[in-house]
């Protein structure tokens, strides 16, 4: 039973437009929600985070959105860069530095 | 800084031998995470640790595996006897809790272990 869904095995994407990324959960009880980049051959690495008291949040070309009541946040990278081809994890927890709970990622090509 | 630091990056083994990965933590880290990554089942997590006691278990496969913290620095996860379905790429992941509202909820990945069990 997957708490964090991420729908979109893959995503294709010009350089210069939006990427949107998106994600759903089940667990009502999830309170940090972050997402993850992923080179191959490399562990992940954070890149936004979102704390349920929020609804957006901004760091550079990245932006998370929470919509608690339809249990969805996607990430949006704005614009696009060839270098931010990489597969990108969900991930959501009960309590912030506890156990993430990841998607099964979503690898984002983007082509110049 | 260094940061989670795992070995081996790669082990090829042979069914039914006795597998150990290894983890160091970023100093000052209270919590440790054993994670797998496959194909079919993304990243899912296998036990994690909190001042080097075990929280959550209940995501090892079974009694092959068993993953110890014999103090703050160090953890290992260790399969025996490995078979072929338990190849995947193994990762350790540690983070702090400092609570307020700056703290992120990110965990720190070590670059992983690769298993490959023939």
């Known amino acids: 039973d997957q708490q964090v869904k991420q729908n979109s095995p893959s995503l294709s994407v010009q350089e210069g437009r939006i990427s949107i990324l998106n994600c759903d959960y089940t667990?009502?009880?999830?309170?940090?929600f972050l997402w993850y980049k992923k080179y191959p051959a490399e562990g992940p690495t954070f890149l936004i985070s979102?704390?349920?008291?929020?609804d957006k949040n901004e760091d550079g070309r990245f932006t998370v959105f929470l919509n608690k009541s339809a249990k969805h946040l996607s990430l949006h990278i704005v614009p696009s860069q060839p270098g931010d081809s990489a597969v990108y994890f969900c991930?959501?927890?009960?309590?912030?530095?506890?156990?993430?709970?990841f998607g099964k990622g979503t690898t984002l090509s983007v082509s110049s | 800084d260094a940061g989670v630091i795992q070995s081996p990056r790669h082990e090829v083994t042979e069914m039914g031998q006795e597998v150990t990965l290894r983890c160091k933590p970023i100093?000052?880290?209270?919590?440790l995470f054993w994670y797998r990554q496959t194909m079919m089942r993304g990243l899912e997590l296998l036990i994690y640790?909190?001042?080097?006691?075990?929280?959550?278990d209940s995501g090892m496969p079974e009694d092959r595996f068993s993953a110890k913290m014999p103090n703050a620095s160090f953890s290992t996860l260790k399969i025996q006897p490995s078979e072929p379905r338990d190849s995947a790429v193994y990762f350790c992941?540690?983070?702090?809790?400092?609570?307020?509202?700056?703290?992120?909820?990110?965990?720190?990945f070590g670059e992983g272990s690769r298993l490959t069990v023939l």
């Open positions: 992941a540690s983070s702090f809790w400092t609570g307020g509202v700056k703290n992120t909820g990110e965990l720190f």
């Open positions: 667990n009502s009880m999830f309170d940090y």
């Open positions: 979102i704390s349920s008291i929020k």
């Open positions: 991930a959501a927890s009960e309590e912030a530095g506890t156990a993430l709970i």
């Open positions: 100093s000052g880290h209270d919590y």
């Open positions: 640790f909190n001042n080097n006691v075990p929280i959550d």
